[in-house]
């Protein structure tokens, strides 16, 4: 497929009102859209036009949205594609997984009826940066170390039960000499299309593990996480190297945690069991992320040698207001703890999700309710104020 024609927007809607909507919206904020209201029209826009941002609204006549993301899975699309419906939260969610299972660049989901200002920061936020980006420059990005990363605090519960920052994730940051600081939601997609993802991780991994011996020598037991590319879990040589930058820095392997999804599992499930067991036996940590959407299996989490599950966002988001999601991560919680796992919940964003998550006897959590990532400098601060207040919660007795 041809590259995407920049600024171009394809909303695609059986609504007139709606589209006529977004072409005024787009005009408003720099860029050119195209429309299409019906199957044929969506297929035939395709067909001439490269756009970099697809808007889809899921209940098209015809062919309807799942039908449309296997039709632009099969012709190869690279553009940014987002969600829009009426229906209910989990219906978006699942449809955006089967998009990010189909390989294609899900960026988001609009619920409609949708404010103004909403479709606003929508398009002004996707139609720009990742058409903007290119090989050249993520590869000089790598090579003159313009990545950066953010770190962002994770709690633990503790045997007093208070929560205490135990550790922090990894986050890569592009500090662009040109756009400014991106974020990895807008290069991370080229990375893995490039096979520049293990460079990328390789940066983050070092980064990791160097700020880990630094915190050590400020007398900090600090671990980190560093969600793995699953390009390194086919890797054989990577327990080898892991261990090797380890002991260049002075940290512990039990002070690392590598977080992968199932997917990375999927292709050659022997070669990864073998290369999971030897980074445990090594001490490692291993975090199946993502678990409780799309299609988490039972079998990897018992199969597999994971010390964590990581229960996905979208989850959490959905405890305070979804009996349901209450009752699948309650399910997830007990099960994890069965089979002598430790869960963490991400994405915590309010009060009541995280007094919820630790009524369930929840292990760990991170969001930003918590904290924002930050720059490494900053978590010595953070961990000061925060271990230094009163956070305990009421007891769990666990049936």
């Known amino acids: 497929m041809s590259r995407c024609e920049r600024n171009l927007v394809l909303a695609v809607d059986d609504e007139i009102d709606f589209l006529e909507l977004i072409v005024q919206i787009g005009a408003g904020v720099g860029c050119d859209v195209i429309t299409a209201d019906s199957a044929a029209e969506f297929r035939d826009q395709l067909a001439r036009r490269q756009p970099a941002l697809i808007l889809l609204d899921l209940q098209m006549p015809g062919m ?48 409609k009826p949708a404010m103004l200002e909403d479709i606003e920061a929508l398009l002004a936020r996707h139609i720009e940066p990742g058409e903007r980006l290119s090989l050249e420059e993520l590869q000089r990005a790598i090579d003159e170390h313009e990545l950066i990363v953010h770190y962002q605090p994770k709690l633990v519960r503790t045997s007093s039960n208070d929560w205490h920052v135990h550790s922090a994730e990894a986050l890569v940051r592009w500090r662009h000499p040109r756009l400014g600081l991106l974020y990895p939601a807008e ?34 037991n600090l671990g980190a996480a560093v969600n793995l590319s699953p390009r390194l879990v086919q890797d054989l040589e990577f327990p080898d190297r892991l261990g090797r930058i380890l002991r260049e820095f002075d940290a512990t392997a039990e002070q690392l945690t590598l977080e992968v999804t199932e997917a990375a599992s999927l292709d050659d499930p022997e070669l990864v069991m073998d290369i999971f067991t030897r980074l445990r036996v090594k001490g490692v940590g291993l975090s199946l992320d993502d678990f409780g959407i799309g299609t988490s299996s039972l079998t990897q989490l018992y199969k597999m040698p994971f010390s964590e599950v990581k229960i996905d966002r979208l989850l959490i988001a959905e405890v305070i207001q979804s009996k349901p999601a209450a009752t699948v991560v309650r399910a997830i919680v007990e099960l994890a703890h069965n089979l002598s796992l430790t869960v963490c919940a991400e994405g915590v964003e309010t009060s009541l999700a995280f007094e919820f998550m630790a009524q369930t006897g929840c292990d760990a959590m991170q969001g ?10 900053e978590i010595e601060m953070f961990i000061k104020t925060w271990n230094g207040a009163e956070h305990t919660l009421v007891p769990v007795v666990r049936k």
């Open 368 to 377: 930003e309710f918590i904290a924002q990532a930050m720059p490494a400098a």
């Open 187 to 220: 290069f991370l997609p080229l990375a893995e299309q490039s096979g520049l993802i293990n460079g990328v991780t390789d940066f983050v991994l070092t980064d990791a593990i160097r700020q880990i011996g630094h915190w050590r020598q400020r007398g900090l």
């Open 64 to 111: 309807d949205g799942i039908e449309a993301l296997r039709y632009l899975a099969r012709q190869g699309t690279t553009a940014g594609i987002l969600l829009a419906s009426g229906m209910d939260q989990r219906v978006l969610a699942s449809a955006r997984q089967l998009g990010d299972q189909l390989g294609l660049k899900m960026l988001g989901t609009l619920q």
